[in-house]
């Protein structure tokens, strides 16, 4: 997005909100994985550029690369790189990293290689190691889960890898239209289609790799009470659910998506996270990163 007064806000509430997050997440003890993009591990643009690659993603669409946005517009490094929240990231207890592809990575879009992506993911690896940390899980941008990749996954350590729900609007693989945004929109309010809940026993396992089924995106606080209402009773509702019936639940956002009302948005963490820790109470709930996942599943199921 072009950068200008609004932008930059977005981001620097974007910046101070991940560690209340943190504090939030060590107070309630639980266990969080936060997929990086790789290009943030960098501490400047100068650095950034000493990483680029020789070969570029070949997307039909050049406006999808990372690479090719930077010749229209400036880096800033207080917003495009974030070595220092991945340095307190890591050194919280029980955060995992894991990636979100180095270059913002699309898996299904056009033009595009196998062997784009495996060069993609093996940059992410490079630069996490600097910083001594092993990539285990991947999430994969825009949600392009990619099956026809997961054999390079495997081939770079990756263990776990979140794969989209069930329902017919969350089809990475299929076009984008006005229902399909609308399904996924009006199902974070009401139930829209069939539960996305599953059973651990029922995750598969693909090249040894944990396939974790997204459950349901949080969706940030908005200037309409009874749509935050309902967002937040259908959350809280399906985590009792999975707790009573002992289902795997994987919630999930951006941390940008804290940024134009981070306040707020914190507030309902807070009532999440309060709400798991009465089910952990009452039922046991556990929360898993998603590498602690895919070790439990192989030790209890496989």
């Not at 001594?132 to 990749?149: A, G, M, T």
Request: charged fraction near 20%; glycine fraction near 4%.
């Amino acid at each position: 997005m072009p950068v200008n007064n609004s932008t930059l806000n977005y981001f620097r509430n974007t910046r101070k909100v991940i560690p209340e997050m943190l504090d939030l997440f060590s107070a309630y003890d639980v266990s969080v994985t936060w997929a990086a993009v790789g290009m943030l591990f960098h501490k400047n643009e100068l650095e950034w550029r000493k990483h680029q690659p020789m070969v570029l993603p070949g997307y039909v669409n050049r406006n999808l690369s990372s690479y090719e946005w930077v010749i229209n517009n400036r880096l800033i490094d207080e917003i495009h790189f974030a070595s220092e929240l991945i340095d307190l990231i890591g050194s919280t207890a029980k955060m995992e990293i894991g990636t979100h592809t180095y270059s913002h990575y699309y898996c299904n879009s056009k033009g595009q290689t196998v062997f784009d992506f495996k060069r993609d993911i093996q940059l992410a690896i490079q630069v996490a190691a600097s910083k001594k940390i092993q990539l285990k899980s991947l999430v994969f941008p825009r949600n392009q889960f990619n099956k026809e990749y997961l054999s390079v996954c495997g081939e770079l350590g990756i263990e776990a890898v979140r794969s989209n729900p069930a329902a017919w609007y969350w089809d990475a693989t299929q076009k984008e239209t006005l229902l399909t945004k609308i399904a996924r929109t009006g199902d974070a309010y009401l139930p829209f289609g069939k539960s996305n809940l599953v059973k651990p026993e029922e995750i598969v396992f693909e090249n040894n790799i944990a396939l974790l089924p997204a459950s349901r995106l949080y969706r940030p606080w908005i200037l309409n009470p009874l749509l935050n209402r309902l967002k937040l009773k259908r959350i809280l509702s399906e985590m009792t659910f999975a707790a009573e019936n002992k289902l795997y639940y994987h919630l999930w956002w951006h941390p940008h998506n804290f940024g134009t009302h981070p306040s707020q948005c914190l507030e309902e963490l807070h009532v999440i996270l309060h709400h798991y820790t009465e089910l952990s109470r009452k039922y046991s709930f556990k929360s898993m990163s998603m590498h602690d996942t895919a070790n439990y599943l192989r030790t209890a199921y496989k």
